[in-house]
């Protein structure tokens, strides 16, 4: 199983990027797709997570309005659309995945690098 995170880069507050997942190994349908940050010398942070079957989704109350998840089946692909961008939001972003009814996530990405500029 692989989730290859990508769309990272510099953006100026303000701004927008898309950051997103493919998944391969296994189907997602039953399993919960999130996306987490950490940013340097934080803990690492719940941003959002969409259940790959149903679309429902949750968000972080700090991203909330700003961000939006969403995922093309298709594709095997959950995507993180970041508008609003602040400075604070500089980290790196960790795509994951875990089974519904379990709350660990036990599929992660490498990580891919948001830098926000003032």
């Known amino acids: 199983v692989q989730l290859q995170a990508s769309g990272g880069g510099l953006a100026q507050a303000g701004g927008s990027l898309r950051l997103s997942c493919v998944a391969s190994?296994?189907?997602?349908?039953?399993?919960?797709m999130g996306w987490f940050r950490q940013a340097p010398g934080k803990e690492r942070e719940f941003v959002a997570r969409i259940d790959w079957s149903s679309g429902s989704t949750n968000y972080g109350d700090s991203v909330k309005g700003r961000f939006t998840i969403s995922r093309d089946n298709a594709k095997n692909t959950v995507y993180l659309q970041m508008d609003s961008l602040k400075p604070e939001d500089t980290a790196v972003y960790y795509c994951?995945?875990?089974?519904?009814?379990?709350?660990?996530?036990?599929?992660w990405g490498q990580g891919t690098l948001v830098t926000v500029s003032s």
């Open positions: 190994g296994r189907t997602f349908s039953g399993y919960k």
């Open positions: 994951a995945a875990r089974k519904i009814g379990t709350s660990k996530y036990v599929y």
